[in-house]
């Protein structure tokens, strides 16, 4: 018997708004903080402002965004915050002091909270429910690969030509992503088949109760990511691995789109635990190997057990998450995960950063390895269904 597909038109044109989308925030996310230090003379701290603002305004807005998907629709709102997300990025060509640039970010975060809870409830929609473990599996590989991508294509080109022609570029991506929406249909769910009130701002609307113990692993899981996102390039620097550092994500990338296939099938054919288990352990596991990498092949093979490790974990959670609720609460249950999951990332951007220079990268990585191996024990204890 054929299994129902997973490659549709639909699937492939709102995967493609996430990619455009995730590139250009990752993109943004690795050279604004040095655009700002060479246009304005800011400091690191400002830097970092710059990249803060943004993931501020998107924990702020998220958890309203599965309410405001009930009230205008998943497809209307597609459409909305994507061209919003694009216009957006019209006006970093024009920017012309430090605080406008915060107060731009800060608005770009808003668009970027609604049509990045969007993509994912749309996706989950979509997905054959059967398939969906491998489905949101492929659909999330849009963020990972944007990682890679985003960073490489912004410092390519910042060497080589300005930062004015980057801004253009970004440019044309938005526009990308803006296209792709206009191909892209929404399962919505009649008004008469939901509950009375789903429509209104309530409080106890704002995060999916159903959704949160996976979310809150969710959370635990990108605090200990952050140190990888954050501060795997400066660890790099600290141990002499600055000509391999480049190349951490390129091997993460490669090991999780060969691993995921795999895993995103085991995930709908045996469940949650039998995949996500070995992934939490392989992860603790290239944590600690990180902890001892003085060489250039220790640290590249802890890169690709994170890719293996690490690299399936958000989609799975995130299937548990919207599997746990019907097709009009999907929207609310992708808000909390990914309200959650931003808070992670940043929580550990900054906890992990005072870390680091109280005990170090080694402890810091050691640390962090039994964290997690900790996190696998209160996945068993808050999510005894999965």
């Known amino acids: 018997m054929s299994q129902p597909k997973i490659w549709t038109k639909n699937f492939i044109s709102i995967a493609a708004v996430n990619l455009f989308i995730f590139i250009t925030f990752y993109t943004l996310l690795t050279t604004l903080p040095l655009y700002v230090i060479d246009k304005w003379g800011a400091t690191e701290a400002q830097g970092g402002l710059v990249v803060t603002a943004m993931l501020l305004a998107a924990i702020l807005l998220r958890p309203f965004s599965g309410t405001i998907l009930d009230i205008f629709g998943k497809r209307k709102m597609l459409l909305i915050s994507s061209i919003l997300f694009a216009i957006t990025m019209i006006f970093y060509l024009f920017v012309d002091t430090f605080m406008t640039m915060l107060i731009l970010r800060f608005i770009h975060g808003l668009s970027f909270a609604i049509v990045t809870t969007v993509t994912s409830a749309i996706a989950a929609d979509i997905v054959p429910a059967k398939r969906r473990g491998e489905g949101l599996g492929y659909f999330t590989m849009a963020m990972n690969l944007a990682v890679v991508f985003g960073p490489f294509i912004g410092l390519t080109v910042i060497q080589f030509t300005s930062y004015h022609n980057l801004f253009l570029m970004l440019n044309l991506f938005t526009v990308l992503s803006v296209i792709s929406s206009l191909f892209v249909q929404a399962n919505e769910v009649k008004p008469t088949d939901q509950p009375k009130g789903t429509s209104s701002f309530k409080l106890k609307e704002l995060l999916e109760k159903e959704a949160v113990s996976i979310s809150f692993i969710g959370l635990l899981i990108a605090f200990a990511y952050a140190s990888i996102v954050s501060f795997i390039s ?153």
Not at 243 to 255: E, I, L, P, R
Not at 294 to 305: D, E, G, K, Y
Not at 316 to 321: C, D, P, S, V
Not at 354 to 364: A, D, E, K, P, R
């Open 234 to 386: 400066v660890y790099g620097n600290a141990r002499e691995l600055d000509h391999v550092s480049n190349y951490f994500f390129v091997v993460f990338a490669v090991t999780m789109l060969l691993s995921r296939p795999f895993l995103g099938k085991q995930f709908d054919l045996r469940g949650p635990k039998p995949v996500i288990i070995p992934c939490m352990v392989l992860f603790s596991l290239g944590l600690f190997m990180l902890s001892f990498s003085n060489q250039a092949v220790t640290f590249l093979i802890a890169a690709a057990i994170i890719g293996v490790g690490y690299g399936s974990l958000l989609p799975f959670f995130l299937t548990i998450a919207v599997s746990r609720v019907k097709q009009h609460r999907t929207g609310h249950a992708t808000a909390t995960f990914y309200t959650l999951y931003d808070l992670g990332i940043a929580l550990g951007s900054y906890i992990l950063g005072i870390v680091v220079s109280l005990m170090g990268f080694t402890n810091m990585f050691i640390m962090l390895a039994v964290f997690v191996g900790l996190i696998l024990f209160l996945f068993f204890y808050l999510n005894r269904r999965a």
